[in-house]
Nanobody
């Protein structure tokens, strides 16, 4: 079993930046990837970024391409989401996920989420 804990959320003005962290513990040795999802108000949960641990390859949703950067620690027990040029439409609960084989590494374990609010 894997436990995931997100942190780093908060309130920021449009154009600002936040760095989200996802700390993994437990049976992480079998995890091949980690992804970030978000659930915006009134919308379904959507994938925004994923990283493959073996190659470092990353993939982003078009809505965050060029603004968000996902990265990992060498020890593979933490992943970060650097969010720049934030927009009000980025507001939502952000979740990390690992251990799955579906899009953006979903289908396995989830964290509890961290709230991001972008507002002037």
């Amino acid at each position: 079993r894997v436990q995931l804990v997100e942190s780093g959320g908060g309130s920021v003005q449009p154009g600002g930046s936040l760095r989200l962290s996802c700390a993994a513990s437990g049976d992480t040795y079998s995890s091949r990837c980690m992804g970030w999802f978000r659930q915006r108000p009134g919308k379904e949960r959507e994938g925004v970024a994923v990283i493959l641990f073996s190659t470092g390859m990353t993939l982003y949703d078009y809505s965050v391409q060029g603004r968000f950067v996902i990265s990992q620690e060498d020890a593979k027990n933490a992943v970060y989401l650097q969010m720049n040029s934030l927009k009000p439409e980025d507001t939502g609960m952000y979740y990390c996920t690992t251990g799955g084989t579906r899009e953006y590494c979903s289908g396995g374990y989830w964290g509890q989420g961290t709230q991001v609010t972008v507002s002037s």
